[in-house]
């Protein structure tokens, strides 16, 4: 019987029960449905992932499609639901044309059409009788979607469109989806009608339309349609990627989504109770978002906390078994941050989503009360968790060292796939300017309150209150340099310190009500004691990294940081004997980690030895370059020969 593994003893000493803390994180119950589509899953060879960094792109995308279509078939013969079909998705961990579909195309839809336009496409979109993708980013726009230069003008003789794209900048570039699969596309188009002998554009509108035909699958006339080739670093390699251009298509009235504004047959506009009502689809990407990165930052924490136990590297002296590299604070200072930040994404993505289906459900009403507050929250949370995880992924690679840079760990792929949510919806550095103008409103002329230096940082109640002092404070400020004739490009670089500061006090305040009431609900038990503890030293973190805010606004007494510091090495050391039941408790299969160092049992090298042995043959292939090696030698010798030769 061999030795348990240091991951197997470690387990032994977890101090609370994993099951119970998984069911704390997930507490819908997808732990079970989880594990009953993974029998499914695992099973199939359309989704073997150990075979993905072999692929060229032409096979990564064709292997895409043939995925989707698996899958597909899948749901319908066991009669999955669409929630089912969701965590089936996840289960994959690959982006592919269905993706968009769900993510995008599908709830723009059920978020932007009248009722009567949703009678007809949502049945069409939930069976798959049609594929679609959503167009917004062109070559020349992205976040300055008021600029789109994609028209849709009015035709009232004929009660039509025509969609046109009328400079080479107008040519929608980056649709998920577009560039081999979908039918169909929702269009953001500058809504032009004809008005008293003159044209009054009224900016971006949603327009649903048909770019395939049914039944050769290519382009309908009047629309070019390609895919836009590789990713970086491999990334996302099963996502058609694509760009489309309109010349002058034609297509009916109600192709306007018209649930919040309306263009009757003779060219009468009705306006949207709210400017903003457009960005109900953003904000829905950005929800899901914020749960999808916290998973790619748990699924590294994990692996690279394994693999971290059972390295061991240098000891005191000969005598003495070398030290299992976590141990040390060069590599746990690197880690503990990251996973203390994924559990509080996590359960920021579960609080995210529930404002949106709250807003989304006032929406259908017409009360808007929420959507400007919903709009800026999101904002903030997708710049803060994008640039925390994208920064995350890669530190547990780089703690991993040599190994971690295999495609065989994992960590890589996690990384490409999630560097680009720094740039897509919104460039990051956009974004902070919404989240400041929300904040500079909500702030309205208010001075913030003034206080005394704290001298110490003891417990969260207090870390709370100076996250959020330290954001009004950097919130006045920017007021000041507001007003006037300042503007926002000139305060563009301001804005970023300032945002972040802003989102920090609302995780803070957040994920600390959440806290508390797992504390009410859950009291005495060990799950939630390491629920806060984890969030604590994610508050200590946070107000040790605000340093220089603290002290330049005379919030704290420069005398408190080494007591911090002391608090936080500390709270951390006390956290190491936790961090494989931490990990454990995400939920993980090895199967959905697909990786040699992060598997359970604890085995990273005799992993990464059947790893290479049983992928030989995609990997050398028919060796073709024996035929170049063999030349080489024989040109080698030669040159010796020769050279001897002249010697003579």
Known sequence: ??????????????????????ALLDPEGRQQVKADLLKILTNE????????????RAESLAAGVAATRRLLELKRQHRWSQE?????????????????????????????????????WLPLASEYAIFGCYAQTELGH????????????????KEEFEIHSPTLTSTKWWMGGLGVMATHCIVQAQLLVPDKGRVKGYGPHLFIMRIRDEEKHESVPGVIIGDIGPKAHGAMAGLDNGYIRFSHVRIPRNAMLARFAQLSANGTYTRPPHAKLSY??????????????????????????????????????????ETPVIQYPSVYMRVVPSLVNAYVFKMLGKQMLTEYNAMASKLKDGDTALLANVHAMSSGLKVYVSTAVVEGCETCRRACGGHGFMASAGLAAIYAHQLPSTTYEGDNYILNQQVCRAAIKLHNGKAAHSTSPQVSVKNAREAIHLLQTRAARLVEQLARSKSGSTSWTDLSWKCVSVANAVTEANIARHVGQAIEALAVSYANLPEADAL?????????????????????????????????????????????????????AFGFSDWELNSTLGGAAGRPYEELLRYAEETEKWNLGERRYREDVLALLEEGRSGLRSSAQSKL
């Open 84 to 120: 089912q079909l969701s965590v089936a998705m996840e289960l994959l961990g690959d982006t592919y044309s269905l993706t968009l579909h769900e993510l995008a195309f599908r709830p723009v839809i059920g978020s932007q059409a009248s009722d009567e336009q949703q009678a007809y």
């Open 1 to 22: 019987m061999p030795e348990p593994s240091e991951l197997e003893l470690c387990r032994q000493k977890t101090s609370f029960h994993v099951p119970r803390l998984t």
């Open 532 to 584: 806060k503890s984890v969030y604590e030293l994610w508050l200590f973190y946070a107000v040790e990294n605000a340093r220089g805010d603290l002290l330049e606004h005379r919030l704290v007494a420069s005398e408190i940081f080494q007591p911090l510091r002391s608090t936080i090495d500390e709270r951390t050391r006390q956290l190491l004997p936790e961090l494989i039941g931490l990990t454990d």
């Open 142 to 157: 992205g976040s300055n979607v008021q600029k789109l230069e994609t028209t849709a003008t009015y035709m009232p003789e």
């Open 280 to 321: 109900g689809g953003m904000i829905y990407i950005r929800a899901q978002m914020i749960s999808s990165l916290a998973r790619a930052l748990a699924q590294s924490v994990t692996i690279a906390t394994r693999y971290l136990h059972v390295r061991r590297q240098f000891s005191e002296n000969s005598d003495v078994p």
């Open 45 to 56: 060879p359309a989704f073997d992932k150990r075979k993905r960094p072999f692929l060229s």
